[in-house]
């Protein structure tokens, strides 16, 4: 039986998946303040994740990332929906942003956004999307 020799994608995936995740977060938390944010992070997020399943296969991905994708869209849209419906809490026009600034014990004074949480929930639903999307091509034959 014939085995393909991927050792140089296996090792350089690696490499480059924690390269694209590290940006990807990095992504996603200056979004609110410079270019960047949940969508694009979602993004490379999604492209990590799927150069992962690549490199290594669907069985052995789906043991170390036991996410079901479709299961995190939804999430994604309540996180970025109900950061819209907060704002008629405070009889403000949907979508109001806000911020605060808070002391956290270890990291000092850090800001605080609700554009962050809209981040969020947009992040969350672009990977499931991506990914949902691009494995059932790949699983269809």
């Known amino acids: 039986m014939y085995k393909p020799n991927d050792l140089i994608l296996r090792t350089t995936t690696s490499l480059i998946a924690f390269i694209l995740l590290g940006f990807a977060v990095y992504l996603l ?3 609110h303040n410079s270019p960047g944010g949940g969508f694009v992070g979602g993004l490379v997020t999604s492209a990590a994740v799927i150069l992962m399943y690549m490199a290594y296969g669907m069985e052995t991905i789906a043991k170390i990332i036991p996410v079901n994708f479709r299961t995190v869209i939804p999430i994604g849209l309540l996180i970025a929906v109900g950061t819209g419906l907060g704002s008629f809490v405070f009889d ?50």
């Open 92 to 141: 403000v026009p949907f979508l109001s942003h806000t911020f605060g600034y808070f002391n956290v014990p270890i990291f000092g004074k850090i800001e605080l956004a609700t554009a962050m949480l809209f981040d969020i929930g947009v992040y969350l639903t672009v990977l499931g999307v991506t990914i949902t999307i691009i494995l059932n091509i790949a699983n269809d034959q």
């Open 29 to 31: 938390l200056a979004g």
